[in-house]
């Protein structure tokens, strides 16, 4: 046996400093040992022989942690003649060794550990590259297996630290886990967020990612528009008893200009007549639409009533502009003309389009914004007709002739199939 002073403490440190279960630490050490060994196999190989990826699976690792050593053991074949001496031993000397009920095929565990000043400096610094690998591997999947199935949630976080232009934020699973870091991106923070030190934030997990890359695994975001709906079903109990219902939501938490802030519209339903969906998000007040604006540091939020009518539902999500006509130009490409009285234009279209944007994508219908006193009803109506007809194939005498043919040989089949039916 080779030993390992401080192996205890060296397992019970590691464990406690990177949250790792005693056992995933134990495992990690032996699967390094092992590359260790291989190593070592590799400088004395006097024999020259090649070693394949597979050609030290036969090798294990046993590591005794109360006697803090380790021992390397080798599955060998029995056969008549030995070719590998790492794969196979002979049946004379199984015998010799006390094994007489021996017989070719069987395989032997034998101890193959090294004496300790061999095993070598360059095996222990492999052994140690490996171990680091190893235990960041175990990391990365215990983290991966408690978040995965937190995707899509929202999440406590605490500001850490700053990498270039993303905050470093610490996430817990639940009460009493361990903290793990999570990125939070400059494309996924809040204009009106003060992201100082040891400040906390509600943030939605975004992704939790897989695979070997540096750097940490959970992505989390603060301009997601799940976490606005978590944040509502949070504060309006009818939501969370799913009286009320969100039906979509619209949200720009990143404007393309500095000028216009961040909004967020959110349509919003019910089956029951007594309750107001949209007093129920706002609160006595607006006491429930405020807390949840305060979260987001400020950001506008229109809550509109959801309408199965295409037109009522447009009107409605172009609060707070007040709409006179909603005309359906094209219900198939979805095109639309929204006619305003000339006072409500530019709070319609809003400041640099945010708000006729933001309806356009709750609706999902293009929105067209008209001055209803300039607005030349048959004229849009004939070039809508004229658009509609440039898409509309022509059918030509021939095709009707051979449509009306097709139709009276399915209609003599279908005649005789009956016939045959009634015999």
């Known amino acids: 046996m080779v030993t ?22 134990q495992a990690a050490i032996r699967e390094a040992l092992l590359k260790g060994y291989e190593r070592y196999r590799r400088a004395q190989n006097l024999e020259r022989r090649q070693f394949d990826e597979d050609y030290f699976e036969n090798f294990d690792v046993q590591l005794d942690v109360e006697d803090e050593g380790f021992r390397v053991v080798a599955t060998k074949t029995i056969v008549e003649a030995v070719t590998n001496s790492d794969h196979e031993i002979a049946l004379q000397q199984v ?15 034998l101890d193959v550990t090294p004496d300790q000043g ?6 222990a610094m492999q052994t140690k590259q490996v171990l680091a690998q190893k235990l960041r591997d175990q990391q990365r999947q215990m983290v991966q297996e408690e978040f995965q199935d937190l995707e899509g949630t929202v999440l406590q976080a605490r500001v850490l630290r700053f ?14 886990q361990p903290e793990v870091d999570a990125e939070l991106p400059k494309r996924e923070q809040l204009p009106n967020d003060n992201y100082r030190a040891n400040a906390t934030f509600k943030v939605y997990l975004k992704k939790v990612s897989q695979g070997q890359q540096r750097g940490p695994q959970l992505l989390v975001s603060r301009s997601d528009a799940g976490l606005v709906v978590y944040l509502f079903a949070n504060e309006v109990p009818e939501i969370e008893d799913e009286v009320v219902r969100i ?8 404007p393309p200009s500095r000028h216009v802030g961040p909004r967020t519209k959110i349509a919003v339903d019910t089956l029951d007549r007594d309750v107001d969906p949209v007093g129920a998000c706002i609160g006595a007040r607006g006491s429930r639409i405020q807390v949840v604006v305060n979260e ?33 130009m094209d219900p198939e490409t979805r095109q ?13 279209i809003g400041k640099e389009g945010q708000n006729v944007r933001l309806a356009a994508r709750l609706t999902g219908w293009k929105i067209d914004i008209k001055d209803k006193a300039k607005y030349d009803h048959a004229g849009e109506d004939a070039k809508f007709a004229d658009v509609r007809a440039k898409y509309i194939p022509e059918v030509d005498d021939s095709d009707e002739e051979d ?6 040989e399915e209609f003599f089949e279908d005649e005789i199939f009956d016939e045959n039916d009634d015999d």
């Open 403 to 408: 449509l009306e043919d097709k139709n009276q």
């Open 95 to 109: 015998q010799d060794m006390g094994g007489d009920e021996a017989q070719l095929g069987q395989e032997v565990v």
């Open 247 to 254: 039906v979509a939501v619209a949200r720009e938490a990143n």
């Open 118 to 123: 061999e095993f070598g400096r360059m095996a």
């Open 163 to 176: 990498e270039r232009q993303s905050v470093i934020m610490a996430v817990s699973s639940g009460f009493g």
């Open 336 to 348: 639309t003309h929204v006619l305003v009285a000339e006072d409500q234009l530019s709070l319609a």
């Open 296 to 328: 987001l540091r400020g950001e506008k939020i229109d809550v509109i009533r959801w309408s199965p009518d295409p037109a009522t539902y447009i009107a409605n999500a172009l609060s707070p502009a007040r709409v006179d006509e909603v005309r359906l």
């Open 4 to 25: 390992l002073p401080g192996l205890k403490d060296l397992i019970e440190n590691i464990s406690r400093e990177r949250n790792l279960p005693r056992v995933a630490v």
